[in-house]
């Protein structure tokens, strides 16, 4: 009987420990949280007081770039509090501002969309490295996670480059950008005349 006892208190203390908190983890524009869907609906789930959340977010990314994407983790306590963790922006986002493209390779294994030096790498690792999830993680590590991350966006990491080199391989990237445009639009016209 005392054995069943002492074993239900140890399990009641387990359970007190479980945390019932919600967590919300989404990419918000910087500066432009805004009660409209899709943040707004997500926060309601969760009894967060939108208006407060929005003014808080804005505030708080004030001096940053309008519109920059910014990962952020939300902590809802049960009395409707919260814990706001605003993270840099992703490193596909530097990747892509350091090789001035707006977007990633279509077939990134195939075709090269930009290129980056290692320069490029070391200084986004070290912005990177003030994200909590890196924050105990080298330079060393995380420049080779920015390199795997840069070869899935179609992007390449070389030694140097040469600016002429790279204007001109801008310019030819920019006759390819739009064959594809042209094939995806074929496309999408061939499969609205099938569906229609």
Known sequence: MSKSVSRLKSMKKVADKIDHS??????????????????????GQ??????????????????????????????????????????QPPSSFFLKQ??????????????????VTLKHIYEIAKIKSQDPPLEWKSLKDICTMLIATARTCGIEVVKELNAKDYEE?????????????????????AKMLRTA
Do not use: W
């Open 46 to 87: 969760r009894n967060i007081n939108i208006a407060a959340f929005c003014k808080d977010f804005n505030e708080r990314t004030a001096n940053i770039k309008p519109g920059i994407p910014l990962p952020t983790r939300v902590k809802v306590n049960p009395d409707r509090s919260y814990q706001l963790v605003i993270h």
């Open 98 to 115: 350091a090789a001035g493209v707006t977007r990633g390779a279509m077939e990134p294994m195939r075709e090269i969309c930009g290129k």
């Open 22 to 43: 919600s967590k919300l983890r989404t990419d918000i524009p910087a500066g432009m949280a805004a009660a409209g869907p899709p943040l707004g609906p997500m926060l």
């Open 169 to 189: 391989f801008q310019q030819h990237r920019k006759s390819v950008i739009e064959e594809q445009k042209k094939v995806l639009q074929e496309k999408r016209e």
